[in-house]
């Protein structure tokens, strides 16, 4: 029986989530999930039908991984469990495992409302209480990759980009990310929290561009009105729901 059977059960589940929370479109999106005492990281196999998706399907891979001298990443060299091919996000998840160091699971759609604001290269605003409890400040979008990175190794240099994104940002306090021309990531500790907010994020993404539609000109909410709404969730002093 392989030691990586409850982790791959965990990333199975959180897969066949993004469907059900009607985020994703054919096989347009994936789950990870890390294990950092084994250095190992869990992800979809790509091109696999989520309703026919299995947990023995889910491939296990090095979480030290990078890429050769010629940046080629050779996923099979890397790879511990899975007869299957990783998903090709994969490198993309693996750097952004050991630059944000405190996520445990990494989500990848084409939502349409957030990957809208991904292909216009527009952030999403912070407009309302809605999206102040999942997000402390605006959903960021990262700057076009540049064609250099994408022939060096555009899964790899994809993390790169949206790592830069973050020099001045907290991960763990806005954690998605539109990655310009292309779709939303988003990262939380596990994989059903991590599919959660990127179900969180579609919403958002939707009221806000019905906000943007009906007045353009819409006022952000208060530096007070977020603090509240997003402290009163997270952190220390957080007091919303059950202990």
């Not at 994936?30 to 696999?48: C, H, Q, Y």
Request: hydrophobic letters at 40%; a neutral charge; glycine letters at 6%.
């Amino acid at each position: 029986m392989s030691i990586y059977r409850a982790l791959k059960k965990e990333c199975c589940e959180a897969n066949k989530a993004l469907p059900a929370r009607n985020i994703v479109d054919l096989t347009f999106g994936n789950v990870s999930i890390v294990d950092r005492a084994r250095r190992v990281v869990a992800i979809k196999p790509s091109g696999v039908p989520y309703e026919s998706l299995v947990p023995n399907d889910i491939v296990i891979l090095r979480l030290d991984a990078r890429p050769d001298a010629n940046f080629q990443f050779d996923l099979e060299r890397i790879k511990i469990e899975g007869s299957l091919r990783p998903s090709s996000d994969t490198p993309t998840h693996i750097r952004l495992y050991q630059a944000f160091g405190d996520i445990g699971a990494v989500v990848h759609t084409h939502s349409r409302n957030a990957t809208a604001y991904s292909q216009a290269g527009l952030p999403i605003p912070c407009m309302g209480t809605t999206h102040a409890d999942y997000f402390y400040g605006e959903v960021p979008v990262t700057r076009p990759i540049a064609p250099e990175e994408i022939e060096r190794h555009y899964e790899w240099e994809t993390a790169n980009v949206i790592v830069e994104r973050f020099e001045d940002l907290d991960p763990n306090k806005v954690n998605a990310v539109l990655f310009h021309g292309h779709a939303p990531f988003v990262w939380g500790p596990s994989g059903a929290k991590a599919v959660e907010t990127a179900f969180a994020l579609e919403i958002i993404a939707e009221m806000t561009m019905k906000t943007q539609l009906l007045k353009p000109d819409a006022m952000s909410l208060s530096q007070a009105q977020l603090d509240k709404h997003y402290l009163r969730k997270h952190g220390a002093n957080a007091y919303y729901g059950q202990r």
